[in-house]
């Protein structure tokens, strides 16, 4: 098993599925579909929200990546893949750990979950050779930590996790594009 980490390899996943903006925002969809959820039906319906919409994040990206011309797929000797799939059972694992803490105090899924999310941001600047993941991890994690802190309500604290992955995937969107232009 070979992890080098090249410019190719960053190259050739930035091409293949459009700098990463198609996942990031329909990530933020999913969580202002939890948002929605949770104020209309309760927080439990929203953390299931969150959890099966989250499944879906990577099968719907794929379509909306093709739709937007990109392969979305890399060849399979691209090293990054392997990081790529490395942080999924870290995703994985923490979106357990999340709903585990939401059986304890319901409070503490959303902050969890941000975290989380945002700890994978972080990974995703070494995939994308992109500075701006790590302002989005970041973001998510200080912000999991402010809704926890101050006690922000669960539909606030998804609807802020969703608006943040909506905003930076428009920005990662418009660079891209310019980019490729």
Known sequence: MKLS??????????????????????SGLVWIAAALVCDLLGLRQAVWTLLLGGAL????????????????????????????????????????????????????????????????YLVFASVYGRAIFWTMGVSLIVAGNVVFFLAI??????????AMEIAFAFFVFSKASKLAA
């Open 5 to 26: 980490l090249s410019e190719d390899q960053q190259n050739e996943m930035r091409h293949a599925y459009y700098d990463g903006a198609p996942g990031m925002l329909v």
């Open 57 to 120: 994040i990577y099968p719907i990206s794929i379509l909306v990546t093709k739709a937007a011309g990109r392969a979305a797929k890399t060849s399979p000797d691209n090293a990054l893949n392997q990081l790529v799939m490395a942080s999924t059972i870290w995703l994985i694992l923490g979106c357990a750990m999340a709903y585990g803490l939401f059986l304890f105090n319901p409070a503490l899924f959303f902050p969890a979950m941000m975290a989380t999310i945002g700890s994978r």
């Open 153 to 162: 309500p669960p539909a606030v604290a998804a609807g802020l996790g969703g």
